[in-house]
DNA sequence: CCGTTGCGTTAGTCACACTAACGATGTACG
DNA sequence: CGTACATCGTTAGTGTGACTAACGCAACGG
């Protein structure tokens, strides 16, 4: 009893994705990453501001200034990506970016006032988003949820860390 | 008693992501949905397939055949994407693509015998990866996890169809 | 002194989601 | 019956995100 097209239902297929891809989690989860990113991104757009710049401002703010590699490391941005995001949050002035005296390959980021400004006022934003976000579980259920998610991140990025390239594999076609 | 500057922990930073990160919802989804996807991805290539090659199988075997943009809305994959990944289908004799008679803008897409059988062999594939990608979680975590990602999708599927085009908002730097 | 390692930066790759526009065809309606 | 409109397959292109490669420079370590 899984297909529906030789019965009486009219089914050209057009209706709905099919079982096995409802349920598969890999699936989900790009799926729904994707109306989040979507989400978050829009959001952020309306006050002039991108995902990268609050992760970058938050981090200063929580672990204090830092090299533009060590916010790579702390944010997860590539440090080829890092310069972009510090070039925008440095035209805004929200960062300040100076070089170490005590090693002179380094730059110094520290948040400015504005940025420390800012950095509520975008905390703000966030939670208004992912209460669109996770609109329809309840709190305890978005707790469940960013816990699992938690672990399976936690598992990951121990057994996987950044750098573990993808691979090509075989290619029998073209 | 955030910050651990000043302290005896010599912490540069370089340590980890900072909490107002760790627990964003939405990060967490776009992290773990990038692991997942090379995962997924790296698995698939392995056996000489894409995750669209596995959808639009599954579609065709669940719902029988269709068109090519009947194919796009049971699978979501864009009717400009779905011409390649069939492009690929075919050269592996997974699918065949034959003008509907009934419709000459049509076309009609069959799951050819190879298909057929190529299909528990995804299935096992994808298996043995979603146990790595849920590795952590005991069944019962796993079947919450997906509950809870299905309402969400389904929550973010009805309000915002696929067609709602990202906004541009207002850029006031460059 | 020299090799390695880390830094900031530039440039480029690949996949994904999505838009725009096209010609050919089909459908509805006045 | 004709014409406006919708749909189909296809091509081309956009923007973003993750990531690689290579660079010149500076620091560290033997």
């Known amino acids: 009893m899984i297909t529906a097209e030789a019965a ?8 709905r994705t099919p079982d096995r ?4 989690p890999s699936r989900q989860l790009s799926q729904l990453t994707t109306r989040s ?3 978050i991104n829009e959001g952020l757009a309306r006050v002039d501001a991108r995902k990268w710049h609050y992760a970058v401002l938050a ?7 830092g090299s533009q ?3 790579s490391r702390r944010t997860g941005i590539y440090r080829s990506d890092m310069v972009g995001v510090l070039n925008e949050l440095a035209e805004r002035d929200l960062v300040e970016r100076v070089p170490d005296p005590d090693d002179r390959r ?3 980021i520290t948040i400015s006032a504005r940025g420390r400004r800012r950095l509520p006022r975008l905390d703000k ?3 208004d988003l992912h209460d669109e976000l996770l609109a329809p579980l309840s709190p305890a259920e978005r707790d469940q949820l960013t816990r699992l998610l938690g672990r399976l991140l ?13 691979r090509r594999a075989g290619e029998t076609g073209e």
Do not use: C, F, K, W
């Open 8 to 15: 009486d239902m009219p089914d050209d297929g057009t209706s």
């Open 21 to 24: 891809l409802r349920r598969l």
């Open 37 to 39: 990113d979507r989400l």
């Open 59 to 65: 981090s200063l703010q929580e672990y204090g200034p």
């Open 69 to 71: 590699a060590a916010l």
């Open 106 to 108: 380094r730059n110094i």
């Open 125 to 127: 934003v966030l939670d």
């Open 154 to 166: 936690d598992y990951h990025t121990r057994t996987a860390p950044p750098g573990t390239a993808p």
